[in-house]
């Protein structure tokens, strides 16, 4: 199944840095997705989130669990935004994408 969602972006579809390290400590039900290909990652890269690659997440969509509370994250915030479309387009209503994207986690946590 594939989805192509356009539309605006909503910045209150977003969580920064600040809020996911907070919310990584609190709640059980979040499953953070990186978004990003192997390649891509190198050294900057959240230890718990499960990578898969955008295509992948369109094909294992209907699998995934409503009732988790997702963060997306790629480099910058771009891909992210698509996936949180494509997932509240699919009836997912517990999403966020990382603002500023694995940029932003990697001037937090490495400079």
């Known amino acids: ?21 907070r919310m990584m400590k ?4 979040l499953e953070i997705i990186d978004l990003r290909y192997t390649r891509e990652r190198g050294n900057n890269y959240i230890r718990c ?11 294992n969509i209907g ?13 910058d915030g771009t891909l992210s935004k698509k996936a949180v479309r494509m997932m509240k387009y699919a009836g997912f209503t517990k999403v966020k994408w990382l603002k500023g994207g694995m940029n932003a986690w990697k001037r937090k946590h490495y400079e």
């Not at 699998?63 to 480099?75: A, E, G, L, P, R």
Request: net charge negative.
């Open 1 to 21: 199944m594939r989805f192509w969602i356009f539309g605006h972006d909503r910045d209150d579809d977003s969580i920064s840095v600040k809020n996911l390290e």
């Open 26 to 29: 609190t709640d059980p039900n």
């Open 49 to 59: 989130a499960t990578f898969m690659p955008m295509p992948s997440l369109q094909t």
């Open 63 to 75: 699998q995934m669990d409503k009732n988790k509370f997702y963060v997306f994250c790629c480099n």
